[in-house]
Protein backbone atom coordinates (compact mmCIF):
# COMPACT_ATOMS: atom_id res chain seq x y z
CA UNK A 1 0.00 0.00 0.00
CA UNK A 2 1.44 3.60 -0.64
CA UNK A 3 -0.53 6.89 -0.80
CA UNK A 4 0.24 10.45 -2.55
CA UNK A 5 -0.96 13.56 -0.89
CA UNK A 6 -2.99 16.01 -3.68
CA UNK A 7 -3.09 19.89 -3.16
CA UNK A 8 -5.52 21.96 -4.61
CA UNK A 9 -6.40 25.29 -5.31
CA UNK A 10 -8.93 28.05 -6.84
CA UNK A 11 -8.35 31.15 -7.72
CA UNK A 12 -11.38 32.66 -6.02
CA UNK A 13 -13.57 32.15 -3.57
CA UNK A 14 -16.25 31.67 -6.41
CA UNK A 15 -13.90 28.67 -7.61
CA UNK A 16 -14.83 27.07 -4.54
CA UNK A 17 -15.51 22.75 -4.58
CA UNK A 18 -18.86 22.58 -4.53
CA UNK A 19 -19.50 18.98 -4.70
CA UNK A 20 -19.59 17.91 -0.55
CA UNK A 21 -20.13 14.12 -1.28
CA UNK A 22 -16.77 13.32 -2.92
CA UNK A 23 -14.79 11.21 -1.16
CA UNK A 24 -10.98 12.28 0.39
CA UNK A 25 -9.28 9.40 -0.54
CA UNK A 26 -9.53 7.10 -3.44
CA UNK A 27 -8.41 3.36 -4.07
CA UNK A 28 -6.86 3.31 -7.73
CA UNK A 29 -4.28 0.54 -9.54
CA UNK A 30 -1.18 1.52 -9.28
CA UNK A 31 0.13 3.73 -12.14
CA UNK A 32 3.74 5.08 -13.23
CA UNK A 33 5.96 6.82 -11.00
CA UNK A 34 3.89 9.78 -9.66
CA UNK A 35 0.93 9.41 -12.40
CA UNK A 36 -1.93 10.44 -11.02
CA UNK A 37 -5.17 8.43 -11.64
CA UNK A 38 -7.91 9.25 -13.97
CA UNK A 39 -10.26 9.31 -11.01
CA UNK A 40 -8.30 12.14 -9.51
CA UNK A 41 -8.66 13.89 -12.53
CA UNK A 42 -12.38 13.10 -12.50
CA UNK A 43 -13.18 13.97 -9.22
CA UNK A 44 -11.91 17.24 -9.27
CA UNK A 45 -13.85 18.19 -12.69
CA UNK A 46 -16.72 17.08 -10.78
CA UNK A 47 -15.87 19.56 -7.95
CA UNK A 48 -14.56 22.50 -9.09
CA UNK A 49 -15.08 24.66 -12.74
CA UNK A 50 -12.37 25.38 -15.13
CA UNK A 51 -9.63 26.00 -16.19
CA UNK A 52 -7.83 23.45 -14.92
CA UNK A 53 -3.49 23.03 -14.63
CA UNK A 54 -1.90 20.29 -13.48
CA UNK A 55 1.83 20.39 -12.67
CA UNK A 56 4.41 17.81 -13.22
CA UNK A 57 1.98 16.11 -14.97
CA UNK A 58 3.21 13.34 -17.44
CA UNK A 59 0.48 13.46 -20.51
CA UNK A 60 -1.22 16.16 -21.49
CA UNK A 61 -5.09 15.67 -20.39
CA UNK A 62 -8.20 16.87 -22.77
CA UNK A 63 -9.85 19.76 -20.39
CA UNK A 64 -6.57 20.53 -18.73
CA UNK A 65 -3.37 23.01 -18.92
CA UNK A 66 -0.64 20.21 -18.78
CA UNK A 67 3.07 21.29 -17.20
CA UNK A 68 5.67 19.18 -16.56
CA UNK A 69 9.46 17.86 -17.39
CA UNK A 70 7.78 15.41 -20.02
CA UNK A 71 4.86 17.62 -21.61
CA UNK A 72 6.94 19.37 -24.67
CA UNK A 73 3.89 21.74 -26.06
CA UNK A 74 4.33 25.50 -24.29
CA UNK A 75 1.64 26.24 -22.03
CA UNK A 76 1.30 28.92 -24.38
CA UNK A 77 0.19 27.30 -26.68
CA UNK A 78 -2.01 23.97 -25.22
CA UNK A 79 -5.99 24.49 -25.29
CA UNK A 80 -7.95 23.65 -22.36
CA UNK A 81 -10.82 22.32 -24.36
Known sequence: MSHETLVTAVRSENDRFDDRWLRSWIEAPRGRHSEKPDAVREM??????????????????????????????????????
Open 44 to 81: IERASPGPRLELFARTLASGWYSWGHEIAEPLIDQSAN
